[in-house]
């Protein structure tokens, strides 16, 4: 995703006034701490479960790959907000009261879009702050909102939120822009770590309509888990399976996937499984049945650093209504 209006922002902005500290404000806006999923670096540089039904006890962990690389993607939609809030904020707002801060609007030299960051101290819940990202082109009277969210905080450094990022509407104004679709985040932290739920919906660049959704978490000693739906290849033939991962882990990486499966070459049979390794991240335990029949059995479940299973459900993805709104936002005239 090419943002040369991003990167633009601190040209454009170095020229504002300064103005009295606007921290109140700036720490209503959502950092990569709490919002991106940190799953334990691996070595392996194997790509995910490819046509294999289930990885070899004794090979890289194909489960906990496909984990790895879904987390990666889905730190990119997060990582992107943050950059752009965090890019806007580092300078003096352009408007400070009591109740408000304003950043902008601002523009890069012949850039033919300005932007603004609006930050308010809800009327209703006077510790909770709403914000809003908005651009419109130079010809029109009227601001759009790209992105927008809020944040209550508990106590120093703790909170929950919300946040919804519209590429759709950012390519109104930057038909450069590469993503298709809507990603929302809901997000708390406290003094036992971290927790966010996120649904993305959009379309591929051949219209293809996609949905999915992503629970995640850490403790703060280290702990942590993630679960996921995507399509993969589970079963032996040509179709994708709907298939749903849970997967957990302690500080050291070592883990445990529990993952179940249906659809595709799969048809009305349920597929179930699961796999830990080490904190080498190879697979030292399988174990898949298909309608509760055993198909795959190998290695010692006395590996397992979590030894029971929590296989996942569909019921447990994030919706859109889940992530949304949850708490009320800042809604821009």
């Not at 219209?207 to 978490?217: D, F, K, T």
Request: net charge negative; hydrophobic share 35%; aromatic share 10%.
């Amino acid at each position: 995703m090419k943002k040369t209006w991003l990167l633009a922002l601190p040209v454009s902005l170095a020229f504002v006034a300064c103005q009295p500290p606007a921290d109140e404000y700036r720490n209503a806006l959502p950092d990569r701490d709490t919002i991106e999923v940190d799953v334990p670096a691996q070595e392996t540089t194997a790509q995910g479960l490819g046509s294999k039904s289930s990885a070899i006890v004794g090979e890289p962990a194909d489960l906990y790959t496909s984990t790895y690389y879904q987390a990666r993607d889905l730190n990119v939609f997060g990582k992107f907000v943050v950059d752009l809030v965090e890019t806007i904020a580092s300078f003096p707002a352009t408007e400070l009261t009591e109740t408000k801060a304003v950043w902008g609007p601002f523009s890069e030299e012949r850039e033919p879009n300005e932007f603004k960051l609006t930050i308010e101290k809800d009327d209703v819940v006077a510790t909770r702050f709403a914000w809003a990202i908005e651009g419109r082109h130079k010809s029109e009277a009227d601001f759009i909102t790209l992105a927008r969210g809020s944040f209550e905080p508990t106590e120093e450094d703790y909170g929950n939120g919300w946040f919804v990022l519209d590429f759709d509407t950012i390519r109104t104004l930057d038909p450069s822009e590469g993503g298709r679709g809507r990603v929302g985040y809901a997000f708390e932290k406290d003094a036992e770590g971290v927790s966010v739920r996120v649904h993305f919906a959009g379309t591929t660049d051949r219209g293809e309509r996609i949905e999915a959704g992503y629970a995640y978490g850490e403790s703060i000693s280290g702990e942590g888990f993630i679960l996921f739906g995507l399509p993969l290849n589970v079963h032996e033939g040509p179709a994708l399976e709907d298939v749903i991962i849970r997967t957990r882990w302690i500080p050291s990486g070592a883990g445990r996937a529990d993952v179940i499966a249906s659809g595709g070459d799969i048809g009305d049979d349920v597929f179930e499984g699961s796999q830990c390794w080490g904190d080498n991240f190879v697979s030292s335990y399988e174990h898949f049945l298909v309608n509760r029949d055993t198909v795959a059995n190998d290695g010692e479940v006395k590996t397992c650093v979590l030894e029971q299973a929590a296989p996942p459900r569909a019921g447990e993805l994030p919706t859109a209504d889940d992530v949304e709104d949850p708490n009320g936002g800042l809604v821009v005239d």
